[in-house]
């Protein structure tokens, strides 16, 4: 059975940093892309970033919002998803979750991020 632990979110001022983790328990496959997602309560769910699966290649996609800030990557031996967030802003405050077959697949139960002004 497929599950997704997210760890690392926090609070931290405007131009602050934080990686995000996500530990992956099962087996996943090449179809399977890793992604991170963000929704703030009363909002949609945004894309923010994804990449091919464990072992696998492909491209590497970035929303506009997050792009030259933020950096997804993989451990592959150790199944872990990460997310490096730099110059961070108040905007990116939201509820921050990793997926891995995008809107139909498995999702985990999300971290917290915190950005203040």
């Known amino acids: 059975q497929m599950q997704l632990v997210e760890n690392g979110g926090g609070s931290v001022q405007t131009g602050g940093s934080l990686k995000l983790s996500c530990a992956v328990t099962g087996r996943t496959t090449c179809t399977d892309r890793l992604g991170w997602y963000r929704q703030a309560p009363g909002k949609e769910r945004e894309f923010v970033a994804a990449?091919?699966?464990?072992?696998?290649?492909?491209?590497?996609v970035y929303a506009d919002s997050v792009r030259d800030r933020f950096t997804i990557s993989r451990a592959h031996a150790e199944n872990i998803l990460y997310l490096q967030m730099t110059h961070l802003k108040p905007a990116d405050t939201d509820i921050y979750y990793c997926?891995?077959?995008?809107?139909?697949?498995?999702w985990g139960r999300g971290t917290q991020v915190t950005v203040s002004s």
């Open positions: 997926s891995i077959g995008g809107e139909s697949g498995y």
């Open positions: 990449l091919p699966g464990f072992w696998c290649s492909g491209a590497t």
